[in-house]
C-alpha cells in the first residue's frame, strides 16, 4: 500500500488564552484551511478565527415564514374550502381562532429549521474524520485545545507550520494522516 | 450545614458559579463519573421500584382501553376527572425546565448551566406523562389519530376553532421542540462521553449520538446561534402553551372558568411547580453523585427565590379571582367561588391554600432558603398543591347553576392507579437518564469556569507556554 496522504498538522493548547492568540496569529499568517477544535465554545475565538456571521438565523426565518404561512393555509383551507361546518354560529373564516395553531407551527417549522439548518452547515453526522486519527485529540471533549492547519493549505510548509505553531507555544505537535 | 466560602472571580467580580476552583478535566470526570461506575445496585433497587409502577401504569391504562373511561370516577356532571387534572399537572412541571434552558439562557443568567440539562430531561419526561393523559381519556383510543389534521374516512377535518384542538398542536411542538433543545445541548456531551469509553460497544453507542462532533469552532459558531434562536423560540412556546391549556378551560362556558386571569395564572402556576419538582429531584441527586461543587446551594437558593416569586404570584392569582368573582355581581360566579372555599371540595381548597400559598413563604428567609432539609420538604408540598389546584379547577364542573344537577366526584381504585403509575412511568425514563446520559451539561459548565475566559490569568504565570515544553513531532496512525 501507498503511504497514507497526510491531512495536515495538529497542535496542542492548554488553555483558552493560547488558542486565543495561536489562532490569531494563524489568521494573520494568511491561512485559509485550518480549524480551531475546543471542549466549549471559546468567547470570541469565531472572531480570533476570523470566521464570517452563522448562516442559520436566514434559515431559521425562512422555516418560520413558511411554517406560519402553512399553519394558517391549512386552517383556512379544510375550514372555509374543503369542509365548511358550521359550529357555534361563528363565522366560517374565524382568523383570530386560528392564531395558536398558526404560531404553534411558525415555532416548530423555526426550531426544524434551526436544529437541521445547523446539521446542515456543519455537514453532520459526520462520523469519521482525520482528525480521529490522532490518540490525542480524544482530549478536545476533555481539556485540551487544537489547532489544525490542513495541507492542502497554500501556506502550509512542515517545516514552517510548525515553526509557527512552536512559536505560539504548542505543547505538542504532530502530522495527521487522511 | 457548611457554607462554602464565597471567593470572587477575578474578572467578573462575582462569586463563581462552580465552587472549589475546578479545573476542565475535574468536570469532566464529576460529571461523568455516575455513567462509568462499577456498582449499580442502589440504581437497580430505584430503577426497579420505578419500573414496578410503570407496570401498575400499563395495566392501568391497558384496562381503561379493554373497558374505557366507564372504569374511572367520572359521572354527570363531573365528565372531566383526574385524566385532565393530571395532564395539567405534568405539563406545568415541565415548563420549570424549559424555563431554565431557554428563559434564562436568554437573560444570560449563567447559573442555570449547572441544572439545565437536568430540568430539560424532566420536561421531556414530564410532557411524556402529560400526553398520556389526553391519549387515553379519549375512550376510542384507536381513532386518536381524528385529533390531526390527516385525511381520515369520514372525509372530515379537526376543528380548528376548538382550544382542545390547540392544546393538541401546542403540545407536541413543546415536546417536540424540547427534545431537540435537548438534543442539542447533548451532543458536545456525548462526544465526551465517546472519547471516554472504554469499551467499543459504548464508543459506538455514544458514537452514533454525537454524530461525530469534534468541536470545531467553525461548527460551535453555528451550533451556538442554533442554541440561541432555540432559546428563543422556546420562550414564547412555553408561554403559549400553558396559555392553550388554560384556554380548554377559559374558553368554555362554566362558572369558575370563563375568566381573563387564567393564562397568567396558569403560566406562574406552571413555573411554580415546574422549579419545585426540579428542587425535589436535585436535591438527592447532588448528593448521591457528589456533585455538590457543580449544583452549589446558590444555585438552590435561586430556584427558591424563584419559587417565592411564582408561588406569590400564584396566590395573588387566588385572591383576584375571588375578587372579581365578587366585583362581577353574577351571583353564580359568586357561588363558585364561595363553593370553593366552603364547598364539597373544601378540604382540596385549603390544602392547596396552605401548600401554595404559605409554603413558598418561607423562602423569604435566607436560612430556609439555603437549607437544603427544609427546600427538600418544601418542594414537595408545592407539588401536592398544584396538584390540587388543579384538582380544585377541575372541581367546579361539579357544581352546575342548577342545584338538582350537583354531583360529587371521588375516584375510583382505577384513577388512583393512574397517576401513581404516571410516577413509574416519570421515574423509569429519569433512572434511565441519570444512568446513561450526562447529568450536567459538561461543556457548558466550562464556559461559565473563570480559566474559560481568554482574558484570565493564573496567579502563577508563567509556567508552561514556552519552547522548553517539549514539542515533539509524531505521526499518528489511523
Excluded at chain 1, 476570523?50 to 415564514?65: D, F, N, R, Y
Amino acid at each position: 500500500m501507498a503511504e497514507k496522504k497526510i491531512y495536515g498538522m495538529l497542535a496542542e493548547f492548554d488553555s483558552t488564552r493560547a488558542i486565543y492568540h495561536a489562532c490569531e496569529e494563524v489568521r494573520d499568517e494568511g491561512y485559509k484551511h485550518w480549524d480551531a477544535c475546543t471542549p466549549f465554545p471559546v468567547h470570541g475565538l469565531d472572531k480570533a478565527m476570523g470566521l464570517p456571521p452563522s448562516k442559520i438565523p436566514w434559515i431559521v426565518l425562512g422555516m418560520a415564514i413558511l411554517g406560519g404561512i402553512a399553519g394558517f393555509t391549512l386552517q383556512w383551507w379544510t375550514t372555509v374550502i374543503d369542509y365548511p361546518i358550521l359550529i357555534a354560529g361563528k363565522p366560517m373564516f374565524s382568523w383570530p381562532a386560528f392564531m395558536p395553531v398558526t404560531f404553534e407551527l411558525t415555532v416548530l417549522f423555526g426550531a426544524f429549521g434551526a436544529v437541521f439548518g445547523m446539521f446542515g452547515v456543519n455537514r453532520l453526522p459526520t462520523f469519521n474524520h482525520p482528525l480521529f486519527n490522532s490518540e490525542r485529540f480524544q482530549a478536545v471533549t476533555d481539556d485540551k485545545f487544537f489547532i489544525a492547519i490542513e495541507a492542502r493549505d497554500p501556506l502550509y510548509d512542515k517545516r514552517k507550520t510548525k515553526k509557527l505553531f512552536k512559536k505560539l507555544g504548542a505543547t505538542h505537535i504532530e502530522l495527521v494522516e487522511e | 450545614m457548611a457554607t462554602v466560602k464565597d471567593t470572587l472571580d477575578p474578572i467578573k467580580g462575582r462569586a463563581p458559579l462552580v465552587t472549589s476552583g475546578a479545573t476542565f478535566k475535574e468536570i469532566t470526570d464529576a460529571v461523568a463519573a455516575p455513567l462509568e461506575a462499577d456498582n449499580y445496585r442502589a440504581w437497580w433497587v430505584c430503577f426497579l421500584v420505578a419500573v414496578f409502577f410503570l407496570g401498575i401504569f400499563l395495566v392501568s391504562v391497558s384496562y381503561l382501553i379493554w373497558e374505557g373511561t366507564g372504569i374511572w370516577g367520572l359521572n354527570n356532571p363531573v365528565g372531566w376527572g383526574w385524566a385532565i387534572v393530571n395532564f395539567v399537572f405534568w405539563v406545568g412541571i415541565g415548563h420549570a425546565g424549559t424555563l431554565i434552558s431557554a428563559v434564562l439562557f436568554l437573560f444570560r443568567q449563567d447559573w442555570r448551566t449547572s441544572i439545565n440539562r437536568y430540568a430539560e430531561a424532566m420536561t421531556i419526561f414530564a410532557v411524556i406523562c402529560a400526553l398520556m393523559f389526553p391519549g387515553i381519556h379519549v375512550g376510542r383510543i384507536w381513532v386518536i389519530y381524528w385529533v390531526f389534521p390527516i385525511p381520515n374516512q369520514m372525509d372530515m377535518w379537526p376543528n380548528f376553532m376548538s382550544p382542545l384542538l390547540w392544546d393538541v398542536f401546542a403540545v407536541s411542538t413543546y415536546f417536540t421542540v424540547s427534545l431537540l433543545f435537548w438534543y442539542v445541548g447533548l451532543i458536545p456531551d456525548f462526544a465526551t462521553m465517546r472519547d471516554r469509553s472504554k469499551t467499543k460497544a459504548r464508543k459506538i453507542a455514544y458514537g452514533i449520538f454525537a454524530l461525530g462532533w469534534r468541536g470545531s469552532m467553525r461548527h460551535w459558531l453555528n451550533y451556538e446561534r442554533t442554541y440561541l434562536i432555540l432559546a428563543a423560540l422556546a420562550t414564547p412556546l412555553v408561554l403559549s402553551v400553558h396559555t392553550i391549556v388554560s384556554f380548554d378551560f377559559a374558553v368554555s362556558n362554566v362558572y369558575g372558568w370563563h375568566t381573563t386571569i387564567f393564562p397568567p395564572y396558569f403560566v406562574a402556576g406552571a413555573i411554580f411547580s415546574g422549579f419545585a419538582m426540579v428542587l425535589t429531584l436535585i436535591i438527592p441527586a447532588r448528593k448521591i453523585f457528589k456533585l455538590e461543587h457543580i449544583v452549589t446551594t446558590k444555585h438552590l437558593e435561586n430556584m427558591a427565590k424563584i419559587i417565592l416569586l411564582t408561588g406569590s404570584l400564584v396566590g395573588y392569582a387566588y385572591g383576584m379571582e375571588f375578587f372579581i368573582a365578587m366585583y362581577s355581581g353574577n351571583q353564580y360566579e359568586q357561588f363558585a367561588f364561595a363553593n370553593r372555599m366552603f364547598g364539597d371540595y373544601a378540604w382540596a381548597y385549603w390544602i392547596m391554600v396552605s401548600c401554595n400559598v404559605i409554603t413558598p413563604q418561607f423562602f423569604w428567609f435566607k436560612k430556609m432558603r439555603r437549607n437544603v432539609v427544609v427546600l427538600f420538604v418544601l418542594s414537595i408540598f408545592v407539588n401536592i398543591g398544584m396538584w390540587f389546584e388543579r384538582f380544585v379547577i377541575t372541581m367546579s364542573l361539579s357544581a352546575d347553576p342548577l342545584p338538582s344537577a350537583h354531583g360529587y366526584f371521588s375516584p375510583t381504585i382505577w384513577d388512583i392507579t393512574t397517576l401513581i403509575g404516571s410516577f413509574g412511568l416519570f421515574f423509569t425514563l429519569f433512572f434511565l437518564f441519570i444512568r446513561f446520559i450526562p447529568m450536567v451539561a459538561i461543556a457548558e459548565v466550562k464556559t461559565v469556569l473563570p480559566q474559560a475566559d481568554p482574558h484570565w490569568h493564573p496567579e502563577d504565570e508563567g509556567a508552561g507556554h514556552s519552547d522548553e515544553a517539549g514539542s515533539q513531532e509524531v505521526t499518528a496512525h489511523g
